[in-house]
């Protein structure tokens, strides 16, 4: 009997972890920015899902053909993004959903200021020009991109090296 009640429990707890298996799943709280498309929340490293920013250590050139540092840029800028809307909308926390992890054990997510999805980390970096969508893994900010790219905003004013190359070649 003992032996049919761990065996029944043992399908039970399987099947229940199956199920959670793809189910979305939320973290919040103060973000650390770790670069222009990381960020740590507690002791979870989150990857924005879909973009891909410029590395910290990355230069681009701007309009005028001038080197600028386009990683720290993209750093910048979504602290700022993070901070300024918090402080505009009185909002405290960073949500992510994700559903998923990386070969890295990162969290996947796509994060927001407030629970409400309506202020995207992942789109505000995009639509800015500070970083690009991430083809290879998601269409979702396809048109944003291409309406930094129309608009010349962020590194779609000047040349660079798209983020995943910039890796092959530097590290």
């Known amino acids: ?4 009640n761990l065996i029944l429990n043992s399908i039970i707890f399987l099947f229940f972890f199956t199920q959670l298996q793809g189910q979305e799943n939320f973290i919040s709280g103060t973000a650390k920015v770790i670069d222009g498309d990381s960020i740590k929340i507690r002791n979870h490293r989150i990857r924005l899902l879909g973009i891909d920013a410029p590395e910290l250590k990355q230069l681009c050139k701007d309009q005028n053909n001038e080197l600028y540092a386009c990683g720290k840029t993209s750093k910048f800028f979504l602290i700022s993004f993070i901070n300024d809307t918090k402080k505009l909308r009185n909002l405290s926390e960073v949500f992510c959903y994700y ?3 990386d070969k890295y054990k990162r969290v996947l997510g796509e994060c927001f200021v407030g629970s409400k999805r309506k202020y995207s980390l992942n789109q505000a970096m995009v639509m ?10 998601s269409d979702k900010y396809l048109k944003d991109q291409e309406a930094a790219m129309i608009e010349e905003k962020g590194i779609w004013s000047g040349k ?11 590290k």
């Open 160 to 170: 660079f090296i798209y983020p995943e190359e910039w890796r092959k070649k530097n």
């Open 128 to 137: 800015s020009g500070n970083a690009i969508a991430y083809l290879r893994y």
């Open 99 to 101: 559903s998923e992890l």
């Open 1 to 4: 009997m003992k032996k049919l």
